[in-house]
């Protein structure tokens, strides 16, 4: 496991279409950060965050924003899903029935992917999130718990990849 930088590119600076449509604000999205998950050398996905101008890193929770990763390996929705609900638990506890229906929630949500697919994930705080794949709305989930937890998977101080969290919030104040 371990994060890589990436290199930018010249529109990695503006948000994509579907979280500009989704997010209810009016400022502006910003790139905060950008990198690679690798687990044992192997490229698994890139990562990039967009934030408005009051995200704070320790709050990430209460501020709208957009993940964007680029997956470099194929994965089935379901093994995303279980993937998933394993990183959520290192932030808090599920009891099994609520771990089992999110697990379930998920799966329906995320698509398979391939190499080169790029999968877009819009925090809606206090609301839940949407998956957006190009610009096709994949669904929206309406469970702001489930939300909270899943991009903390990247942005929680639990995360199981915290050199990962760092990149993507290299730009952002501390």
């Given at each position: 496991?371990?994060?890589?930088p990436l290199?930018?590119?010249a529109?990695?600076?503006?948000?994509?279409?579907?979280a500009?449509?989704?997010?209810p604000?009016?400022?502006?999205?910003?790139?905060?950060?950008?990198g690679q998950?690798?687990?044992?050398g192997?490229?698994?996905?890139d990562?990039r965050l967009?934030?408005?101008?009051?995200?704070a890193?320790?709050?990430f929770?209460a501020?709208p924003?957009?993940?964007e990763?680029?997956?470099?390996?194929a994965?089935?929705a379901a093994?995303i899903?279980r993937r998933?609900?394993?990183?959520m638990?290192?932030?808090?506890?599920?009891?099994p029935?609520?771990?089992q229906?999110?697990e379930?929630?998920?799966a329906?949500?995320?698509?398979d992917v391939?190499?080169g697919?790029?999968l877009l994930?819009?925090?809606?705080?206090?609301e839940?999130?949407?998956?957006w794949?190009?610009?096709?709305l994949?669904?929206?989930l309406?469970?702001?718990?489930?939300?909270h937890?899943?991009?903390?998977?990247w942005l929680?101080p639990?995360?199981?990849?915290?050199?990962?969290?760092?990149?993507l919030l290299?730009?952002?104040a501390?």
């Open positions: 496991m371990g994060c890589a290199a930018s590119q529109s990695a600076d503006v948000a994509p279409p579907p500009l449509q989704a997010l604000i009016q400022e502006r999205l910003t790139l905060a950060g950008e998950m690798r687990f044992f192997v490229a698994i996905y990562a967009w934030v408005d101008a009051r995200f890193p320790a709050r929770d501020h924003l957009a993940l990763l680029r997956y470099h390996r994965f089935s093994a899903a998933s609900l394993t990183e638990q290192r932030q808090r506890k599920l009891a029935e609520l771990a229906r999110w379930r929630m998920l329906q949500l995320l698509p391939q190499p697919d790029r994930g819009v925090y809606l705080p206090g839940g999130m949407q998956l794949r190009g610009a096709q994949l669904g929206t309406r469970e702001p718990e489930l939300a937890l899943f991009f903390g998977i929680s639990q995360t199981s990849e915290p050199s990962l969290r760092a990149a290299a730009r952002v501390p």
